[in-house]
C-alpha cells in the first residue's frame, strides 16, 4: 500500500509501460498456460537490480528516460498516463550515478515530482506557492469499469446492455454476461443503466468501484428465467430469437449420468428420435432430428462444439466438461450453418472460467448400472410359432433343395433336420415329434440373457478447476471413464484433457484458447448379438437354438454347414469345423484406440460500442488404431483354413496355413478450420435493436486410411507369422474359386469448402423481431459448375410478443409470442463426386493382372441437396410462471436428394448418381413445463411430445 501526500487523489488507474506490462502479462500466461497443459514448464529469469545508472539522452521524452532506468535498476513508475503529455523534454549525460540523483535531473522544470517506495517511484504532483495543485494534476483521470451481469440465480445474462446515464457511452454483455466501459471520467457522478428483456432495469452508482457485479431481477409476469442460446456464430437471447431453438441448459443437461453427450439428451429434448437399439459409439448417426432429411446420405446431425463444426467421434468429449447444449430445428436457426444444417445442428458449448472469479475446484464420481436388454420385447417369432412355420414351408416343399445338397452341406434348422429324417424314415415320427415338441420350451434370447450378455455398468470420474482475475481467466479439467458393455467381454475406457485460458492482452482485445486431448480404448470379445445372422440362408439364429444343455455344459451350434457335416469335415482330415458360440467367446478379439487432439485460437477485439471483429481458428487430428485377432482355435480361424484346404494326390495342402488370423489398421483425420467475422450490436432511443453478424469461412478436411494386409500363421505369443500367396484363386469347399482373403487397402480423402454468411435481427420496442439469415458454400466435390451457380441458402423469420401490446389484458396468460419462420438449408454427401473416381486392386476376379474400376462416372450436374423448412410457433407462459412451454408446427421439404437412376449399359455404367428424389415431412411439437413448488422445496416437470409424418 503506497501512502503519503504523493497520492493525494486516488490512483483509479495505474500506468505501467506498455512493453514492461506486455512483458510481465506474457510471462505470467506462458507459465500460467504451461501448468494448465501439462505440457511444459516455462522459467523466467531476470537480471540483479542495480542501484547505479548509467544515461547519456539529448532532447528525449521522460517516456523513454523511464524505461531505460527501469531497464537498469528494475525499478517501476507509477503515475497518469496523461501527465506524461504534458512534460517537457530533457537532456541528461550522467555516469554511474545513484537513482536520486538521476531523477532530480529528470524531474527539474517539470509539473510534478517524485517519491521512492521500495522498488516503485511513484510521480506526484508539484505543489504551486499557493499550496494548489499543479495543472499537470488537476486533468481528470479515467478510468475502466468492467463486470458481470447475472440473474438471482447467478446465471450469465448475455446481450444485456449497460449503458453511461447522460450519455452515450454503452456496451453490450458478451457470452459470459461480462463487460468493460473504457475511459470512464472519474470526476463525473457514475451512474449504470443495465437493461435486459425479461428483467427489472437496474441503475447502479459506481462509487470508486473498477469491478462490479449485477445482479437483475425478473420481470412479474414474464418468464422465470430468459434463455440464452447459441447458434455457433453469436449469442442472442431466446426471446429475440424467430427460429426453433430448443436449450438444454446445465441443470436439466446433468439430470442423467451417461457416459455419452446424446444419450444423456434423451428425454430432455423434444423432435429427436433416438435409437434405443444403438450400440455405444452409434447414438449419433441413427439420431433423427425431425425426420430423415436424405436418403442416401449421413442422416446425423452436424455437431457444434464451441462455434467451430466437430469432425471427430463426439464420445471423445467428456460430457462432464459440457454446460449447455442448443439444438437448431428449423431454417432461421440453422440455416447459418448452410450445406451441413439439412440434419439439424447440435451446438455444444463447455464449461469456461470468468473473470474476478475465485478459484472453484469440483470434483464428482458416479457409478451407474442398468439392466441386461429386454429381449423376449423383441419382434420376433417364438420358439413353438417358429417351428409350425418350419413344418408348413416342410410340407411345401420349400427345404427340399438344402435338405438333398450334398456338396456344400447348406445350413438348415435342427427341426428341418428331424423332419427330414421321419420322411427317409431314419427316425419314426412320433421320436421326431416328441424332439420338436421339447425344442418348442427352448429360447436362444434366454440363453443368450445368461450366458453372453451382462449388465453394463460404468464409472466416470471428473475433476475441474477454474479462476479469474482482472485480466486471465482460465479453466482445467480432466475426466476418466470406464465401463463394461453388455456383451459378456467388451469394455472401453476414456481419458480426456481439456484447458481453456482467455487473456486481455490489451485494451479491447480478449485472446481466446483452448486444448482437448482424448483417448478411447475399446475392446470386444463377444461378437454374437440376438441380431446377429447365422449364414446368409438363415436370417437370423432361430429362436429354439441352444447355448448350453439341461447339464450346462456348452453345446455346439450350426452355423455355415449342416451340423452332422461339420461333426465329421473331411473324416477327422479336415480341423474341427464345429461352432461353439461359448468357447468361441474368448478366442477372438477387437480392440481399438483413438487419440483426438483439439486447438482452438480466438481473438476478439471491440473496435466501439457497436462494432467488433473475431478470427478464430481450430485444428484437429485424429489417430486411430484397429487390431483384430483370430485364435488358431477360434471358429474363424479354423473355418478359413478348412475352406481353402485343398487335396493333391491325396494329400491336404493349406494355403491358410495353421495358426491364428490378425489384421491390423490405421486412421488419421487432420481438419483446418479458420474463420473472420465481424459483429454489430446496436441499442437507440430505448426501443430500436439492431445486431448482424457476417463473415468468410474456409475449411479442409483431409484423412486417410491404411489397412495392413491380413496375416496368416500368426502366434501372438511369439509374434510368428507365415507367408501366404493372396494372388493365386484356389478352389475352395462350396467349388467357386477365391482369391485368400487380404484386409489390404490404402485409401485418402480431401475435402475443401469455403463460405461466405451474414445475418440481422432487427427489434422495435422488445415486441417485434425480424430476422434474415445468408449463406452460400462451394466445395471441391462438384468442381466449378456447380459452385458457380451458388447455392440459394437463406432463411427468414418473424417475431410478435403479443402480451406487451397495449391491448392485451390477460393476467392468467402474461406471456404469449408468435414466431414464423421459413428458409433453407442443405446437406452434403461426401462420398459423391462430380468428378470422375477410379479404385485400384492388384488384381481382378479374372486375373492376377493389376485392374481399377470407376467408382462413378463423371456427372459436373451435381449440386448440394437442399431442405426447406416453414416453421410456426407459440410461446406462453401462465401467471408466476407455473406453466410454460411452446407449441410448434413444421412443414419440411427435401429436394435434389441423391439417387441412383439406371443408365444405358451401353455407357458401361448401370447407374449414376442425380440429385433426382425428394422427401416431405411435416409434425407437431409439445413442450410443456411446470413449476409446482418453489420454496422451501423446488419440483419442476415438463412434458415433450413431437409427432412426425
Known amino acids: 500500500m503506497i501512502k503519503g501526500n504523493a497520492f493525494n487523489i486516488i490512483y483509479n488507474k495505474i ?35 542495480t542501484q547505479r545508472v548509467t544515461l547519456s539522452e539529448k532532447n528525449v ?124 471520467d472519474d470526476a463525473l457522478d457514475i451512474v449504470l443503466v443495465v437493461s435486459f428483456i425479461g428483467y427489472k432495469t437496474k441503475e447502479i452508482e459506481i462509487k470508486g468501484e473498477t469491478f462490479i457485479t449485477i445482479i437483475l431481477e425478473e420481470e412479474i409476469g414474464e418468464l422465470e428465467e430468459v434463455e440464452v442460446v447459441a447458434t455457433g456464430y453469436q449469442v442472442i437471447p431466446k426471446e429475440r430469437a424467430t427460429g426453433s431453438f430448443q436449450l438444454v441448459n446445465n441443470e436439466r443437461y446433468n439430470r442423467t449420468s451417461e457416459p455419452d453427450i446424446i444419450t444423456r439428451l434423451n428425454g430432455v429434448a423434444t423432435g429427436m428420435v433416438f435409437n434405443p437399439k444403438a450400440i455405444s459409439g452409434e447414438a449419433l448417426q441413427t439420431l433423427v432430428i425431425r425426420g430423415i432429411s436424405t436418403i442416401g446420405g449421413n442422416m446425423a446431425p452436424l455437431i457444434v462444439l464451441d462455434n467451430i463444426p466437430y469432425d471427430g467421434d463426439i464420445n471423445n468429449i467428456n460430457p462432464n466438461d459440457v454446460e449447455s447444449i442448443t439444438i437448431l430445428k428449423d431454417a432461421a436457426a440453422a440455416s447459418i450453418w448452410g450445406t451441413r444444417a439439412g440434419n439439424g445442428v447440435i451446438v455444444i458449448t463447455t464449461k469456461k472460467g470468468s473473470y474476478n472469479q475465485p478459484l472453484q475446484v469440483s470434483f464428482n464420481s458416479n457409478l451407474s448400472m442398468s439392466q441386461k436388454p429386454d429381449l423376449n420385447s423383441l419382434p420376433y417369432l417364438k420358439s413353438s410359432d417358429y417351428i409350425d ?90 475426466g476418466y471413464d470406464k465401463g463394461m458393455g453388455e456383451n459378456i467381454g467388451s469394455e472401453n475406457n476414456r481419458l480426456t484433457l481439456r484447458s481453456y485460458v482467455a487473456l486481455k492482452l490489451f485494451k479491447n482485445f480478449e485472446l481466446q484458447t483452448s486444448i482437448q486431448y482424448a483417448e478411447n480404448n475399446d475392446e470386444i470379445k463377444n461378437t454374437l448379438k440376438y441380431t446377429q445372422p ?27 454347414y449342416r451340423v452332422a457335416f461339420a ?18 467367446v474368448n478366442e477372438s478379439y477387437m480392440r481399438t484406440k483413438s487419440q483426438d487432439i483439439l486447438l482452438n485460437l480466438g481473438g476478439v477485439y471491440t473496435i466501439n460500442p457497436i462494432f467488433s471483429a473475431q478470427v478464430k ?116 469347399f462350396d467349388g467357386q474359386s477365391k482369391i485368400i482373403l487380404n484386409a489390404q487397402e490404402f485409401s485418402e480423402n480431401l475435402y475443401r469448402y469455403t463460405s461466405v454468411y451474414a445475418n440481422a435481427a432487427y427489434s422495435y420496442d422488445y415486441r417485434y423481431t425480424l430476422t434474415l439469415s445468408g449463406r452460400k458454400d462451394a466445395s471441391n466435390l462438384f468442381g466449378v459448375k456447380s459452385n458457380q451457380k451458388g ?37 452434403v454427401i461426401n462420398n459423391e463426386s462430380g468428378k470422375a473416381r477410379l479404385k485400384y486392386w492388384p488384381f481382378s476376379s479374372y486375373s492376377t493382372l493389376p485392374t481399377a474400376y470407376v467408382i462413378n462416372p463423371p456427372n459436373p450436374e451435381l449440386r448440394w441437396e437442399k431442405t426447406g423448412i416453414l416453421n410456426l410457433a407459440i410461446d406462453f407462459a401462465l401467471i408466476n410462471n407455473i406453466l410454460s412451454g411452446s407449441l410448434e408446427y413444421y412443414d419440411k421439404r427435401s429436394t435434389d436428394l441423391f439417387t441412383p437412376c439406371n443408365m444405358d449399359i451401353t455407357s458401361g455404367f448401370y447407374y449414376v448418381q442425380r440429385n433426382n428424389a425428394e422427401v416431405h415431412g411435416n409434425g407437431l411439437e409439445l413442450v410443456l413445463n411446470a413449476n409446482i413448488l418453489k420454496d422451501p422445496v423446488g419440483w419442476e416437470t415438463g412434458f415433450l411430445f413431437s409427432f412426425n409424418l
Open 791 to 827: 447455392t440459394p441458402l437463406w432463411s427468414a423469420g418473424a417475431g410478435w410478443i403479443i402480451s406487451k401490446e397495449g391491448f392485451y389484458r390477460s393476467n392468467i396468460l402474461p406471456f404469449l409470442k408468435l414466431r414464423l419462420t421459413y428458409g433453407y438449408s442443405g446437406n
Open 389 to 478: 412355420a418350419e413344418k408348413e414351408l416342410f410340407q411345401l416343399g420349400v427345404y427340399d433343395s438344402k435338405i438333398d445338397d450334398r456338396t456344400t452341406f447348406t445350413l438348415i434348422t435342427p427341426v428341418v433336420e428331424l423332419l427330414a429324417q421321419a420322411r427317409d424314415g431314419t427316425i419314426t415320427e412320433d421320436e421326431a415329434n416328441k424332439q420338436i415338441d421339447a425344442m418348442r420350451k427352448y429360447s436362444f434370447y434366454d440363453d443368450l440373457l445368461e450366458h453372453m450378455l451382462q449388465k453394463p455398468f460404468h464409472q466416470q470420474y471428473a475433476l475441474n478447476l477454474r479462476r479469474g482475475v482482472k485480466d486471465i481467466n482460465y479453466l482445467f479439467s480432466a
Open 567 to 584: 461333426d465329421s469335415a473331411g473324416e477327422n482330415r479336415q480341423l474341427n469345423w464345429q461352432y461353439n458360440p461359448i468357447k468361441d
Open 534 to 560: 447365422a449364414s446368409s440362408s438363415i436370417s437370423r439364429y432361430y429362436p429354439y437354438a441352444r447355448l448350453v444343455d439341461d447339464s450346462g455344459n456348452p453345446v455346439v451350434l450350426g452355423r455355415d
Open 617 to 732: 481458428y481450430q485444428y484437429e487430428k485424429n489417430m486411430s488404431q484397429n487390431k483384430r485377432y483370430y485364435s488358431p482355435e477360434s471358429y474363424y480361424a479354423r473355418n478359413m483354413i478348412n475352406d481353402y484346404t485343398q487335396m493333391e494326390n491325396g494329400n491336404m495342402v493349406r494355403p491358410v496355413p495353421l495358426g491364428g488370423c490378425f489384421d491390423q489398421s490405421y486412421g488419421d483425420f487432420i481438419s483446418h478450420t479458420l474463420r473472420g467475422q465481424i459483429n454489430a450490436d446496436k441499442t437507440w432511443n430505448e426501443k430500436h435493436q439492431l445486431t448482424g453478424i457476417a463473415g468468410v469461412e474456409i475449411r479442409e478436411n483431409r484423412s486417410s486410411f491404411i489397412s495392413a494386409a491380413t496375416t496368416y500363421g500368426y502366434n501372438e505369443e511369439l509374434l510368428e507369422y507365415k507367408l501366404v500367396d493372396f494372388g493365386t484363386a484356389y478352389r475352395v
Open 61 to 184: 521524452s521522460l517516456d523513454k528516460v523511464f524505461k531505460e532506468i527501469h531497464k537498469q535498476t528494475g525499478y517501476y513508475f507509477l503515475c497518469n498516463e496523461d501527465w506524461l503529455q504534458k512534460n517537457n523534454k530533457i537532456s541528461i549525460n550522467v555516469s554511474n550515478a545513484s537513482i536520486e540523483e538521476v531523477l532530480d535531473i529528470c524531474f527539474k522544470d517539470q509539473p510534478f515530482t517524485y517519491e521512492i517506495i521500495e522498488k516503485t517511484i511513484a510521480i506526484k504532483q508539484k505543489q504551486n506557492e499557493d499550496n494548489s495543485l499543479s495543472e499537470a494534476s488537476t486533468a481528470p483521470i479515467p478510468i475502466d469499469i468492467s463486470g458481470k451481469v447475472i440473474s438471482k440465480n447467478g446465471y450469465s445474462l448475455p446481450g444485456a446492455t449497460v449503458a453511461l446515464k447522460g450519455s452515450n457511452k454503452g456496451t453490450i454483455t458478451n457470452e459470459n454476461g461480462e463487460f468493460t466501459l473504457y475511459k470512464i
Open 15 to 49: 500506468f505501467i509501460w506498455e512493453s514492461d506490462r506486455f512483458l510481465i502479462k506474457t510471462l505470467r500466461i506462458l507459465n500460467l498456460t504451461a501448468i494448465i497443459l501439462l505440457l511444459s514448464c516455462l522459467l523466467a529469469s531476470g537480471k540483479g537490480f
